[in-house]
C-alpha cells in the first residue's frame, strides 16, 4: 500500500525525470560521435578528419542550456549517511572536493620540456601553448591546506609496492601527470609495455623499489570496443565480469586507481548473465535504449564486489588502497573541431559553472558505489576512497589542450576546422592537483593502518 502511494505522489516526477534522461541520452549521444575519434585514437594516430556525418550541432551549447539541477537532489542523501558510518571517531577529515581554485604565483612543478613520458597530446607547452595563465592556479579546499607535491614522500609511500592505474585515457592522464611529478626526484624507468598503442605499461623507480603502471580498460567490465576497422561501431559490454586482463593481476597490486566514464557515452549494446538488457543509442537495432547511467553503475558494483571478492579470497594478499577517481566533465562549447571549441584562458569563478546534469549523476553513481564498498568490504585491509575531482574539474575550462593536442596548430594561420580536445588535460595543469590529493589519501591510508 505504502509502495502504491509512493508510486501514484510521485507518477509526475518520476514521468518528467524519465523525459528528462531521455532527452539527455538524445544530447549525449551526439557528443559521443564527435568525441569518438579523441577516444578510440586516444594515444598517438592523430584522429583521421570527421567528416559532415559526424560533426555534431553545437550539441554542447545546446546541453548546458536545458540542463537544470532539479534532480540530482533527488536520492543522494543515502551516501552522506554510509559516508558517516564509514568514518573512524578520530578528527574530522578534510574534504578535499569542497574548495576552490586560487591564484598561486609559484611554477609548476614541472616542466613541459623536461619531463620525457608526457604524450604528445597533452603537452601543450612543446606545442605551442603561448598563454600559461592557466599553470598558476592551485586547489585550496576550505577545510584544510593540500602540501605541495612532494615526490620523495611519495616514492617512500609507494616503496616496494604497486600503484596501477586502470581505466581510459583519462587514467592515462592522471598517470602521466604522477609520472612527471615523481620525475622530479627519481627518474622513473619503463620496464614493460603491451598493447595497441602501448596502453599497458609498468615503470620502476629503482631507489624505492616503487612500481607503477597502468592497463587500459575503459569499462572495468568485460568488453568488446567498438572499431571502425571492423565496422563495428557498438561497444559490447558484459555487466557481470570483470575485465581478466587487469584482475589477474589484482594480486600484485597494493594502490589501484580506477578512472573510466567516457566510454560509456558511446553507442553500446549491453549483456548481463547472457541477457541482452538494452543498448544505448542503437536506433536502427531492436533493442530497447537504456541509456548508461543504470549500466556504470552496475559495471562499478561489479568491479568493487569483484575486488573485495579476490582480496578475502587470496590468503597472503597485503593491505589494499582502492580508488576511484570520479568522472572528469568536458568543456566543448559548440562542435569539437571548430576553432576555439574550449577557448577559456581562466578557471571559471565560484558560482559562475553549475554541473551538468550528465557530470553529477555519473560523480554521483561512482561516489555511491564507492560508499557501499566501502561498508560492504572495508576493514580487512581494504580501503575504498573516491577521489572527487568532478567540481575540480567542472571549474577548470582552460586546462584543457583545445587545438594544442596537435604541435603548432595556428602555423598556417586559424582554420575554420581544428580538432580540439576539450577532455584531456594539459601537463603540467589541473590535473597535477589530483595527484596532490591521491598523495594525501594515500598519507592518510597508511597513517590510520599503522
Ligand atoms: C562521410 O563518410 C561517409 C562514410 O564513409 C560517406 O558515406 C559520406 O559520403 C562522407 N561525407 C562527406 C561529406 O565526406
Ligand atoms: C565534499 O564536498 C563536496 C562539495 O561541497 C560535497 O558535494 C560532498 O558531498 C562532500 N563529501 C562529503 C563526504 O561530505
Ligand atoms: C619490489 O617491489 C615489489 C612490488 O612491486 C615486491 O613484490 C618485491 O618484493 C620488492 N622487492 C624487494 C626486494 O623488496
Ligand atoms: C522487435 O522486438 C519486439 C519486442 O521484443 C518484437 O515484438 C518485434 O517483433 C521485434 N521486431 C523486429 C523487426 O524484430
Ligand atoms: C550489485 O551486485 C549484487 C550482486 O551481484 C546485486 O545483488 C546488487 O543488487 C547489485 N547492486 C546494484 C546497485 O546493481
Not at 167 to 194: I, K, W
Not at 289 to 313: C, M, P, Q, W, Y
Not at 375 to 381: L, T
Request: glycine share 8%; net charge neutral.
Amino acid at each position: 500500500m505504502g509502495t502504491h502511494l509512493y508510486h501514484h505522489h510521485n507518477t509526475p516526477k518520476t514521468h518528467h525525470l524519465l523525459l528528462k534522461k531521455l532527452i539527455i541520452w538524445a544530447l549525449y549521444t551526439i557528443i559521443p560521435l564527435a568525441l569518438l575519434h579523441l577516444y578510440l585514437f586516444p594515444l598517438f594516430s592523430p584522429p583521421p578528419q570527421p567528416n559532415a556525418t559526424l560533426s555534431p550541432s553545437s550539441s554542447s551549447s545546446s546541453a548546458s542550456s536545458t540542463t537544470t539541477t532539479t534532480f540530482t537532489s533527488s536520492s543522494s542523501s543515502s551516501q552522506a549517511g554510509i559516508a558517516e558510518l564509514k568514518k573512524r571517531p578520530s578528527r574530522p577529515r578534510c574534504n578535499y572536493s569542497d574548495g576552490q581554485w586560487v591564484r598561486h604565483s609559484g611554477e609548476p612543478r614541472y616542466s613541459g620540456t623536461g619531463c620525457k613520458t608526457i604524450k604528445e597530446g597533452q603537452n601543450c607547452m612543446a606545442h605551442g601553448r603561448p598563454d600559461t595563465g592557466y599553470l598558476h592556479w592551485r586547489w585550496q579546499p576550505k577545510q584544510c591546506a593540500v602540501p605541495a607535491f612532494d615526490p620523495a614522500a611519495f616514492l617512500r609511500l609507494i616503496e616496494n609496492r604497486h600503484l596501477a592505474f586502470i581505466g581510459d585515457s583519462m587514467a592515462r592522464n592522471q598517470l602521466e601527470s604522477l609520472l612527471c611529478l615523481l620525475a622530479t626526484a627519481e627518474e622513473p624507468e619503463l620496464v614493460y609495455r603491451d598493447g595497441e598503442d602501448n596502453k599497458f605499461r609498468r615503470w620502476v623507480f629503482r631507489g624505492r623499489n616503487a612500481t607503477v603502471s597502468v592497463l587500459w580498460s575503459p569499462f572495468l567490465v568485460k568488453g568488446v570496443e567498438k572499431s571502425e576497422a571492423t565496422g563495428q561501431y557498438h561497444n559490447n559490454l558484459y555487466l557481470e565480469s570483470v575485465n581478466e586482463r587487469w584482475a589477474s593481476e589484482l594480486d600484485g597490486m597494493d594502490v589501484v586507481v580506477f578512472s573510466v566514464g567516457h566510454w560509456y557515452l558511446h553507442p553500446a549494446f549491453y549483456r548481463e548473465n547472457g541477457v541482452v538488457l538494452g543498448c544505448h543509442h542503437c536506433p536502427e537495432f531492436n533493442y530497447t535504449e537504456i541509456g548508461f547511467f543504470d549500466v556504470f553503475r552496475k559495471a562499478l558494483n561489479t568491479t568493487l564486489r569483484e575486488v573485495s571478492r579476490r582480496h578475502d579470497s587470496s590468503p597472503g594478499t597485503s593491505e589494499k588502497l582502492v580508488v576511484v577517481t570520479t568522472f572528469s566533465p568536458a568543456h566543448f562549447e559548440g562542435e569539437w573541431d571548430k576553432a576555439g571549441a574550449c577557448p577559456k584562458k581562466e578557471p571559471y569563478k565560484e558560482g559562475e559553472k553549475e554541473m551538468e546534469y550528465m557530470d553529477a549523476e555519473m560523480r554521483k553513481i561512482e561516489v555511491e558505489e564507492v560508499a557501499a564498498a566501502a561498508e560492504r568490504g572495508g576493514g580487512k585491509g581494504l580501503r575504498f576512497e573516491a577521489l572527487d575531482v568532478t567540481k575540480m574539474a567542472l571549474m577548470r575550462p582552460d586546462g584543457h589542450p583545445g587545438p594544442y593536442m596537435h604541435p603548432n596548430p595556428f602555423a598556417n594561420g586559424a582554420q575554420e576546422r581544428m580538432q580540439n580536445d576539450c577532455v584531456h588535460w594539459c601537463l603540467p595543469g589541473p590535473i597535477d592537483s589530483w595527484n596532490e590529493i591521491l598523495l594525501e589519501m594515500m598519507r592518510r591510508w597508511k597513517g590510520e593502518s599503522k
